[in-house]
């Protein structure tokens, strides 16, 4: 019963995990992208929202970690 609730939440982490990636906004996009990452660099980074996004995904992506660890051990 517990290993199957495991393995509920872990299917729901991990469509958590895929939908955190596609909403976070690309990184480079070719010469725009190199030309974007200069001023970064000299102007600071974009907050908000791509921060929070990042957050999140390290965090349910530990999560995920975690649960699959979890679920080989328990055999």
Do not use: C, N, P, Y
Not at 38 to 58: M, R
Request: hydrophobic share 60%.
């Amino acid at each position: 019963m517990l290993k199957s609730i495991v393995m509920i939440l872990h299917v729901l982490v991990s469509i958590s995990l895929i939908a955190l990636v596609l909403m976070q906004s690309g990184r480079s996009a070719g010469l725009s992208g190199a030309i974007a990452g200069g001023a970064e660099t000299f102007f600071g980074k974009k907050k908000g929202l791509d921060e929070l996004l990042g957050k999140a995904t390290i965090v349910v992506a530990i999560v995920f970690g975690l649960l699959s660890l979890v679920l080989v051990v328990w055999k």
